[in-house]
């Protein structure tokens, strides 16, 4: 049963248009939420995150909007820049007072910026 | 400043051979992750440490899969006897707990079992 969903495997944009990757969680006990980025050969790194408390997190050119009563999280990055091609992965956590810190992750989508 | 390092870098082997992972955490991160990506099953959790203890390993996929973390810099990954199913790149990430939670990721292991 896929607890973080990401239905779109990939995605080509223009350069310097917005890209907008889309993102789908099942359990109402997630109140975190991440982005990570990952390049081929290399490991994820993280890019944003957002506290269920929150509807929008923004960091330069990404922002995060979240959005619980459809329990859907959004990451916007504009300008779109062909370094962005990438894999990137949505990932949720139960943090509370345990604060475990695991996290599961989304199936990723492919985002190719085209010069 | 070094990242979580892990080795080997590849790994190729004939089934039924042991494989032992290696990971170094982050200096100061106290939780550590192994995870597993396979093309079918995307990035899977195997097993996670919280101050070198084992928290939650129900994402090992069987008794061939253990893990260890004898110290705070170090980590081990086993797979006893290895089988071809078992390919796929396996990472290890650590992190501190704090409010951002963020995890660090090493550069993983691409695991081939012929």
């Known amino acids: 049963d896929q607890q973080v969903k990401q239905n779109s495997p990939s995605l080509s944009v223009q350069e310097g248009r917005i890209s907008i990757l889309n993102c789908d969680y099942t359990n109402s006990m997630f109140d975190y939420f991440l982005w990570y980025k990952k390049y081929p050969a290399e490991g994820p790194t993280f890019l944003i995150s957002?506290?269920?408390?929150?509807d929008k997190n923004e960091d330069g050119r990404f922002t995060v909007f979240l959005n619980k009563s459809a329990k859907h999280l959004s990451l916007h990055i504009v300008p779109s820049q062909p370094g962005d091609s990438a894999v990137y992965f949505c990932?949720?956590?139960?943090?509370?007072?345990?604060?475990?810190?695991?996290?599961?992750f989304g199936q990723g989508t492919t985002l190719q910026v085209k010069p | 400043d070094a990242g979580v390092i892990q080795s080997p870098r590849h790994e190729v082997t004939e089934m039924g051979q042991e494989v032992t992972l290696r990971c170094k955490p982050i200096s100061g991160h106290n939780s550590l992750f192994w995870y597993r990506q396979t093309m079918m099953r995307g990035l899977e959790l195997l097993i996670y440490f919280n101050n070198n203890v084992p928290i939650d390993d129900s994402g090992m996929p069987e008794d061939r899969f253990s893990a260890k973390m004898p110290n705070a810099s170090f980590s081990t990954l086993k797979i006893q006897p290895s089988e071809p199913r078992d390919s796929a790149v396996y990472f290890c990430?650590?992190?501190?707990?704090?409010?951002?939670?963020?995890?660090?990721f090493g550069d993983g292991t691409r695991l081939s079992i012929l």
């Open positions: 957002i506290s269920s408390i929150k």
């Open positions: 990932a949720a956590s139960v943090r509370g007072s345990g604060n475990t810190g695991k996290l599961i």
């Open positions: 990430a650590s992190s501190t707990t704090s409010s951002s939670g963020s995890q660090h």
